[in-house]
């Protein structure tokens, strides 16, 4: 195999450099001024190539007069030097001895190179090393594919060449193996989809390196990657990721590969902007992605296939899924007869049907016949036809997910609905979700088919409920829809979308009784997550709230698997064992209210207690009685007992979720502060609290809370002096405010991130306490300085709901004065205090 540039590396990398040498400034300005990406890679390879060899005659010439050569490997090689990119050089010495003998003059060498303001990579290898391959570090073989002679002995690169070039013809498998292998690797951390919302332009999948993936292939033969694409096609795709890297790398002054929101909303101020809105940027990035990954996806595929007898075997089985349209080869859908699609545009429903049943991907041939007859499919889609019977089919399948994928891929989903077209690739900036909608709407099915094979204990209740519903095509036609007012950017997204889902359904001929189904769940599927993070779940009028919305035990439990679904995609962390515990919670209080079997208001009369049981008692709430297990309420009047001895009574135990700290203690100003600011201070994350109070003046305070670092897990002793800290802030040996300020505030992930404080009261939510809802931008501490202001104004907490999104907190507190809710004259002064809490800075 020979080493001599082919036609597509001279495509996929920088001109060799110009005579003439471009300072950096020089080169900086002339991109701001045309955009021009090529020209930056030439002019700092040209600018570099010329540091190199300056740094060679200097410190390594007069020490090598032979048995040494400089070579450019990797990005370098191929000229493809960003404006802050490492330079990779290898130092190929003819045997191991030259080099321990030139160490100094290397150093000096390498140090030039730094001093020169390069960040230079370096590696010192034989002739036979570059030779061989290196499982541990396959990398140096794949750097060496981009190999090119810079300064030195040249008779011996010459003896590389030849050799070099052997060695890949006899290793291309194995290494295509391996770079596959580092690539997947590569992609799972993204989850291997390209709809990041602040994607990283190089390590995601359909960025650069998948680009450098496909490049390596060709030049290794491995696979026919010409039979997936031509070098021209990916030309488009290459310039824009090419320019988005540069104007990175000018903006960060550094190797930055993060296209985040604030790069996103400064790309149209530059004057080589191809957009004057990020989102339309945004959408060209995803396009562009989306051609890059479909290529490298199938030249894996193709790779990894190949001489793997059980896959092929696997493949030969699915083969005889063939039907009378379809055929399988090579794990791929191709049309029998693609031409019968002029005729029978429905053909290409059936064969996303057919993707969707199977979970067998399209071939390259079949999307582009599809795209052949495109002009065909949209004008037979353009006019409404009952499609609800083909849809439905389509969304009953158990690849309900990638048969969406195929028909997105292709176009003909926004054919079928025209709606569509506005989420694709559309970005929301809400820091919480990673996403764009369109891709979080097809997670959204990704997230029930996974339900539908789950083991996990947790999820398998709701796996349950999936199985009991009658029509899981309307479950998921309603999340086909449920965020499609997104793409208005109107506020109100819920009604939007239940206003384009009307429509659609219309269009397609959806039965009244399904409609009714998906415009409820779509118009509602806000509804149980809300009551999850901002309602006591143990207040019946919570109960009664979500029973009234919801009406019956079938829409119950269409309404919950969408709110899993919903959670669960919008990143991977989102739907964390302690909501996954809300959620149930939430089903369960709304079914007992539905079904009339909730526990009923007869709560025994602490009269006929034991005396210590009933003083204990006298004086909490009902709701602590219906809130509390017997075994808890036994715990309670154990650290009672403990409390009049120790004057403070603590408990920690793990949980379902997290862990739950109960604490008992006289009354006293900022007690339940204390507590919150305490746990802020060892780095724990609220999620819920309830304070009680009886007659005797004790508090019964109760705080679960989430253990993120895992210290409390990893170091067991930690528990113990978690539950010290704690007893030194209730006995005020220790004040809180040393305990937080060491604590850093949480870096926001955009400079116009912050969120401004909102208060909201709600006397209506429930029948004995004040609901307000606090939205700020978190910090340690953030929750104890707004305990701190409610205590000072003379409000007793009841219950708290804490949740978080990336940076903004979430908080809402049930509080009454003097036992009952909140006068609604002290509220004006109330919000001012509270807001001014939410301000407040870390005080020394």
């Known amino acids: 195999m020979s080493q001599k ?39 700092r390879a040209a600018l570099v190539e010329s540091q190199v060899r300056e740094s060679f005659s200097a410190h390594l010439a007069p020490a090598f007069p032979k048995g040494l050569a400089v070579l450019a490997v990797g990005g370098f090689g191929r000229r493809e030097l960003f404006p802050h990119s490492d330079v990779d050089v290898c130092l190929l010495v003819e045997n191991e001895r030259i080099a321990a003998e030139g160490r100094t003059s290397i150093s000096s060498f390498l140090q030039s190179l730094w001093d020169g303001n390069l960040r230079a990579s370096h590696s010192v290898h034989t002739v036979t090393e570059c030779c061989e391959v290196h499982h541990h570090n396959i990398e140096l073989n794949i750097s060496l594919l981009d190999q090119r002679f810079l300064a030195g002995d040249e008779s011996l690169h010459a003896l590389l060449d030849p050799r070099l070039s052997k060695f890949f013809d006899s290793q291309r498998m194995s290494l295509a193996r391996h770079l596959c292998r580092l690539t997947r690797q590569r992609h799972a951390p993204f989850h291997d989809t390209i709809y990041h919302l602040e994607p990283n332009i190089k390590e995601s999948p359909g960025g650069l390196r998948d680009l450098h993936l496909i490049g390596w292939l060709r030049k290794l033969e491995a696979c026919g990657v010409s039979e997936f694409c031509r070098p021209e ?29 604030d790069a996103q909303e400064e790309l149209p101020e530059q ?105 065909h499919l949209e004008r037979y889609f353009e006019t409404p036809r009952p499609l609800w019977p083909a849809v439905r089919e389509l969304l009953a399948q158990p690849h309900a997910a990638l048969g969406l994928r195929a028909a997105q891929d292709c176009g003909v989903l926004r054919l079928i609905f025209p709606e569509w077209k506005d989420i694709e690739c559309c970005v929301v900036r809400d820091y919480y979700h990673r996403y764009t909608v369109d891709e979080h709407t097809i997670v959204t099915i990704e997230c029930l088919q996974a339900l539908a094979r789950s083991a996990e204990p947790g999820r398998q209740r709701f796996s349950t409920l999936l199985a009991e519903i009658e029509e899981p095509a309307v479950l998921r036609f309603a999340l086909l829809f449920h965020d499609a007012g997104k793409g208005l950017r109107t506020g109100n997204h819920s009604a939007e979308s239940v206003r384009l889902a009307a429509g659609a359904m219309e269009r397609i001929g959806m039965p009244e009784k399904h409609r009714r189904m998906a415009l409820f769940l779509i118009d509602q599927h806000l509804s149980l997550s809300a009551a999850m993070t901002s309602r006591d779940l143990d207040d019946p009028a919570t109960a009664r709230l979500l029973a009234g919305k919801v009406g019956a035990i079938e829409a119950l439990k269409y309404l919950t698997l969408l709110t899993y679904a919903d959670i669960a995609a919008v990143n991977p962390t989102a739907l964390s064992p302690w909501r996954i515990e809300q959620l149930w919670r939430v089903y369960i209080t709304t079914y007992q209210e539905l079904t009339r079997e909730l526990q ?29 297990t017997e075994e808890e309420i036994c715990l309670h009047l154990e650290l009672e007992t403990r409390r009049r001895y120790a004057e403070v009574a603590i408990d920690i135990r793990k949980m379902e979720g997290g862990y739950l700290v109960t604490v008992l203690a006289k009354d006293r100003l900022n007690l339940f502060a204390s507590v919150a600011g305490a746990l802020a201070g060892f780095g724990m994350n609220i999620l819920k609290a309830e304070a009680f109070a ?72 429930s029948d004995t306490a004040t609901l307000i809802e ?6 340690p501490g953030l929750l104890y300085d707004i305990a701190a202001a409610l205590s000072g104004a003379g409000c007793n907490i009841e219950l708290v709901l804490v949740d978080t999104e990336v940076h903004k907190a979430i908080d809402v507190f049930y509080v009454s004065a ?23 800075e870390m005080r020394g």
Request: hydrophobic fraction near 35%; proline fraction near 6%; charged fraction near 30%.
């Open 818 to 840: 003097g036992g009952k809710k909140l006068d609604m004259t002290a509220m004006p002064e109330l919000r001012e205090s509270l807001e001014t809490a939410c301000r407040a």
């Open 694 to 765: 009886n007659q005797q003046g004790t508090i019964l305070d109760t705080f679960v809370f989430e253990d993120p670092r895992r210290t409390l897990e990893l170091n067991p002793t930690e528990m113990d002096r978690l539950e010290l800290t704690l007893e030194r802030v209730l006995l005020g040996r220790v004040h809180v405010r040393e305990l937080l300020r060491y604590r850093p505030k949480p870096t926001l992930p955009s400079k116009r991130s912050g969120i401004a404080p909102k208060v909201a009261f709600d006397n209506e939510a």
């Open 774 to 779: 606090i939205t700020a931008e978190d910090r």
């Open 233 to 261: 096609e990916l030309e488009p795709a290459r310039g824009f990721v090419f320019a988005l890297r540069c104007f990175l790398h000018y903006r960060a002054h550094r190797d930055s590969n993060m296209l985040d929101f």
């Open 5 to 43: 540039p082919s036609e597509f590396e001279m495509t996929t990398a920088a001109k060799p450099r110009s005579e003439s040498i471009l300072p950096l400034e020089t080169i900086r300005q002339e991109f701001e001024r045309s955009g021009d990406a090529a020209a930056v890679l030439a002019a």
């Open 271 to 375: 004057a080589y902007s191809l957009y004057s809105e990020p989102e339309s940027w945004m959408r060209q990035y995803y396009r562009h992605a989306r051609s890059v990954y479909g290529v490298s996806s199938r030249a894996m595929d193709a790779v990894e296939s190949k001489n793997n007898s059980l896959l092929t075997g696997f493949r030969e089985w699915r083969s005889r899924l063939s039907n009378s349209d379809f055929t399988v080869a090579r794990d791929r859908v191709y049309f029998k007869a693609p031409h019968a699609m002029e005729k029978d545009p429905e053909l290409a429903l059936r064969l996303f049907q057919f993707v969707a049943r199977h979970g067998i991907r399209l071939s390259v041939e079949a999307e582009r016949r599809i795209m052949e007859n495109y002009p």
């Open 600 to 628: 009923t208001d007869r709560i025994a009369s602490p009269q006929k207690e034991a005396d210590e049981r009933a003083s204990f008692l006298k004086g909490l709430p009902v709701r602590y009685l219906r809130t509390h």
